[in-house]
C-alpha cells in the first residue's frame, strides 16, 4: 500500500510541475478506460491456474449479490452522509466501488497467495459490469457541471443508442470475454496473446494512480484534508460494509452447507473453497474508492474534488485497515 500511495505522490509532483494535468489527463484517462482496463481484465484470466471448477458459479452468485447489496447501500446510505442531494451520486460511488483491479489485486496475492488473483478477477467481472452501468448512473446524479455538456455526455445511457454503446464498449466486451473463459475452464491461452496482454495490462495500474497524484495537485492542502461526508463515508468503505458482508455471506454460509465436517471429503473441500471465497471477496470489498470514480469524471467532464478526496482520504487510511481486516479473517 505504501508503495502504490507513493506513485499517487509521484502523479501529485507531475502535476504541480505542469507534466499532467487538463488534457493530458483526460487523453490518459481514455487510454485507460478503452485498452489498458480491458487489457488487464482479459490477462487476469490467463494465469494458467483455475479454481475447483464447482466454485466459479459460486464465485459469480458471491459477487452478483454483494453488488445487489451495495447497490442498495449506494442508493440509500448517501442520504444519511450528506445533505447535498448534488454529492450523492458521487458518495454512492464511492461506497459501492473499491479499488479492486489496480490494488486489490496484488493485496490479494499478498495475503491469500498468487493462485487467488483468478477469485478476485471473478468478482471483478461482475464489478466491472456494475461499474459501467451502475456506476455510470451513479455519477449522472451528481450536480450539472458548465463542463458537462451535450458532447461530453456522448454514448452514456440516455438512450437506447447509448445504452447499446455503453454494453458494447471495450471494457465491457473484455468482460464478456472474461466471462466465457472462466466458464468454459480456458487455461492454455498461447503466451503471444496472453504476454502482450499483460504487458498492456500492467500500464493500467501506473496510469490510474498516476492521474489520482495529478488530480489531487489541483486542489488545496485544506480541501485534501476532506470533510466529515468523506470521513464518514471512508469509514463505511473500508470497514462497517466489508464487515457487513462478511456476517451476511458467513450466515448464508452455515445455512446452505452446514457443518461441512460431518460430510464427504468432497463437500469439504467445497465448503472450504467457499470460506476462502468469502474471505478474499471481504478484502476485495475492503479496498479503498476505485480509481476509476476520478477517470470517469474526467472523461464525463465532471467535477472531481470530491471523489479524489475521497479516493485520497480511502487510499491513505487503508494501508492500517487492509492489515487490520487481514488479522481479523486469521489470514
Known sequence: MVVLFAIVMVGYVAG???YMGGEFDRRLSSLVIDITCPALILSSTMSGTLPDRRLILPLLGISLITYVLLALAAVTIPRLLTRREDDRGVVGFALMFGNVGFIGYPIVASIFGHEAVFYAAVFNVVNTFAVFTVGTMLLLRSGTEPAATSSSRQGLPHSRRGWLKLLLSTPMLATYLAMVIVACGIDNI?????QPLTLIGNITVPAALLIIGSSMSRLSLRTMMGSPTVYATTLFRLILLPLALLVIFRV??????????????????LAQGLQLAVNINTVVIAMPVATYGTILCLKMGRDTTLITELTFISTLFSILTIPLMAMLLNV
Open 16 to 18: 504541480k510541475r505542469g
Open 190 to 194: 498461447p503466451a503471444v496473446v496472453s
Open 252 to 269: 448464508l454460509g452455515e445455512l446452505l452447507l452446514g457443518d461441512a465436517t460431518s460430510g464427504s471429503v468432497s463437500h469439504y473441500g
